[in-house]
T-cell receptor, first 114, second 114 residues
Framework: GAGVSQTPSNKVTEKGKYVELRCDPI?????LYWYRQSLGQGPEFLIY????????DSGLPNDRFFAVRPEGSVSTLKIQRTERGDSAVYLC????????????FGQGTRLTVV | GENVEQHPSTLSVQEGDSAVIKCTYS??????FPWYKQELGKGPQLIID?????GEKKDQRIAVTLNKTAKHFSLHITETQPEDSAVYFC?????????????FGSGTRLSIRP
């Protein structure tokens, strides 16, 4: 596709359940980022990939959060034992991977934990 | 790690007037400073960026300035129009040899009064 695609656009889950959020980056982009955005806040960095490997996962809040990018393209953010505080918009972005180049964002997945 | 602070959190200006948003960053290694615009229900979109070897950059009605000594950078929008109403985020990235994580400010909600 022409842009970054995130699915689903909305996800409602019960507290304690497991969820997966998917990101399809722009074709050919080697860098992929995950962010979390709470209402009225800026995007909070979670993790970024260069190719298949997590180059920096320092933003993952705890071990309930995990992300993979097995073939260097699509990425999945996985959240175990969801808590109400995990409710937010999860944003994915991708870039060419070269130094200081634009990151393109998807529309986000709104996660609501009830 | 990098910390980006942004002011003001809300800004209301008369149509046709100028708007200025200011940011500071903490990590002297940061060398890439993008500005994003986010409209309701959408992901952030890059509007302009500046790299540390440049002090000022202009694109039509938008300009950014960077003061690396003071670790300040600012966004200036002139001749504001109703479509400029949105949330604006500054960001900083300490890229070394390739793309790296981008740290965002908390955002400025800009409203243009007709």
């Amino acid at each position: 596709g022409a842009g970054v695609s995130q699915t689903p656009s909305n996800k409602v889950t019960e507290k304690g359940k497991y969820v997966e959020l998917r990101c399809d980056p722009i074709s050919g982009h080697t860098a992929l980022y995950w962010y979390r955005q709470s209402l009225g806040q800026g995007p909070e960095f979670l993790i970024y990939f260069q190719g298949t490997g997590a180059a920096d996962d320092s933003g993952l809040p705890n071990d309930r959060f995990f992300a993979v990018r097995p073939e260097g393209s699509v990425s999945t953010l996985k959240i175990q034992r969801t808590e109400r505080g995990d409710s937010a918009v999860y944003l994915c972005a991708s870039s060419s991977g070269q130094l200081n180049t634009e990151a393109f964002f998807g529309q986000g997945t709104r996660l609501t934990v009830v | 790690g990098e910390n980006v602070e942004q002011h003001p959190s809300t800004l209301s200006v008369q149509e046709g007037d100028s708007a200025v948003i200011k940011c500071t960053y903490s990590d002297s290694a940061s060398n890439y400073f993008p500005w994003y615009k986010q409209e309701l229900g959408k992901g952030p979109q890059l509007i302009i960026d500046i790299r540390s070897n440049v002090g000022e950059k202009k694109d039509q009605r938008i300009a950014v300035t960077l003061n690396k000594t003071a670790k300040h950078f600012s966004l200036h929008i002139t001749e504001t129009q109703p479509e400029d109403s949105a949330v604006y985020f500054c960001a900083a990235s300490p890229g070394y040899s390739s793309a790296s994580k981008i740290i965002f400010g908390s955002g400025t909600r800009l409203s243009i009064r007709p």
